[in-house]
């Protein structure tokens, strides 16, 4: 049993502890030990979000160390620039494609890296840097806060993990009267890698 290291990034309020939720469980679920550690910052107030997760027949510390993430999903392109020192060398990224632009770039003491930018410093680290439009996709389903299940569905299909244990997993995780949304939402992430 391989152990895998995960590192979910994002801002407050786009749903990464719930996301960091369901992914220890599903760990549990197909027999790995699950630990889980967040850092919730200023995510009250638009700041960052970070969430380890690991699976192993051992798991001793819930917290991944630099260059040892094995999946970096980053839920805002900022985010991954933030934590990508964390993904092992040819590890995988897989990117939100949305922009949550921070007070210090509203209020004029920074910049936000474009696209090319962002796209060149992940390529430093690895060459599997899979991108979801996991906000837009939620958009067309009409709800903009399932985009964190979105990238969900995404990340479940870089797994070998039966899609039926992500989605009793998740429907156990949100309200019940948005369980056929989230359904929906788990399979147009999952959609969006696979073709």
Do not use: C
Request: glycine fraction near 10%; charged fraction near 25%.
């Amino acid at each position: 049993m391989r152990e895998i290291n995960f590192l979910l990034a994002g801002v407050g309020g786009q749903g990464t502890i719930l996301a960091s939720d369901v992914l220890a469980q599903v760990g549990v679920r197909v027999g790995y030990e699950a630990k889980k550690a967040e850092v919730h910052g200023m995510a009250q107030r638009g700041g960052s979000v970070v969430s380890h997760v690991r699976w192993g027949e051992k798991v001793y510390s819930p917290l991944t160390a630099k260059g040892e993430v094995d999946i970096l999903v980053a839920f805002e392109k900022l985010e991954a620039l933030r934590t990508v020192e964390f993904l092992r060398p040819g590890g995988t990224v897989l990117v939100n494609d949305q922009a949550i632009i921070p007070i210090t770039v509203t209020s004029g003491g920074a910049e936000y890296p474009d696209d090319e930018r962002i796209r060149a410093v992940l390529a430093q680290v690895t060459d599997d840097v899979r991108w979801v439009d996991g906000i837009a996709i939620a958009g067309e389903l009409g709800n903009a806060r399932v985009a964190n299940v979105v990238l969900l569905g995404a990340l479940s299909a870089l797994l070998d993990v039966p899609e039926s244990i992500w989605l009793e997993v998740i429907e156990q995780r949100v309200p019940a009267r948005t369980v056929d949304l989230n359904r929906q939402a788990f399979h147009r992430g999952r959609q969006a890698v696979t073709r």
